[in-house]
Every structure is written in C-alpha cells, then in structure tokens.
C-alpha cells in the first residue's frame, strides 16, 4: 500500500540519521513510518488512548532485572529492624 502526499524535506544530525535508519524493519520501510511508530499521535480521550495501549507491541523483557527480582523476592530490603 502506497500513500501520496505532499512531503517535506528537513534536515537532521548524522547520529539522528543512523538512528533513524536502524529502528527501519526492512529496505522498504520509510522513514515516515519510523517516525510514526515511534511518535505516537496525543490521545484526546480514554477510548484513543486504550486503542493505542491495544495495538502496542509488549515491551521487551530484560532478563537480568526479572533474575534479580526474583531472586531477591522474600527478603527485607534492611530499611526495617
């Protein structure tokens, strides 16, 4: 699917192009669509702000935090005596 419209060109940092780049899933992806995914649009209700938390993907899990946690669940933390 291809959208035509009017564009704008604007100029950017080096580091902010390499960035840009990166978050690109494949060669056909556009720099309008990273910048879409990324920028999310202000939600001006409840309903528009739960459509955005639906169509999110889950974040990604650090693993060696969740390790930490889990293996310092069931002790104080020293603050009580």
Same mark, same amino acid.
């Not at 699917?1 to 604007?10: D, E």
């Not at 556009?30 to 669509?33: A, D, L, Q």
């Given at each position: /699917?291809?959208? *035509?419209? /009017? *564009?704008?060109?604007?100029t950017i940092?080096?580091?902010v192009y390499e960035l840009l780049a990166s978050l690109k899933e494949d060669s056909r992806d *556009?720099?309008? $669509?990273v910048i879409r995914r990324h920028l999310?649009?202000?939600?001006?209700?409840? +309903?528009e702000l739960l459509d955005v938390?639906? $169509?999110a993907p889950l974040p990604k899990a650090n693993w060696d935090v969740l390790?930490?946690?889990?293996?310092g669940r069931g002790r104080r933390s020293g +603050? $009580?005596?």
């Open positions: /699917m291809h959208y *035509s419209c /009017m *564009s704008k060109t604007i940092e080096d580091d *556009s720099f309008t $669509r999310p649009r202000r939600c001006d209700t409840a +309903g938390y639906e $169509r390790d930490k946690i889990a293996a +603050g $009580r005596k």
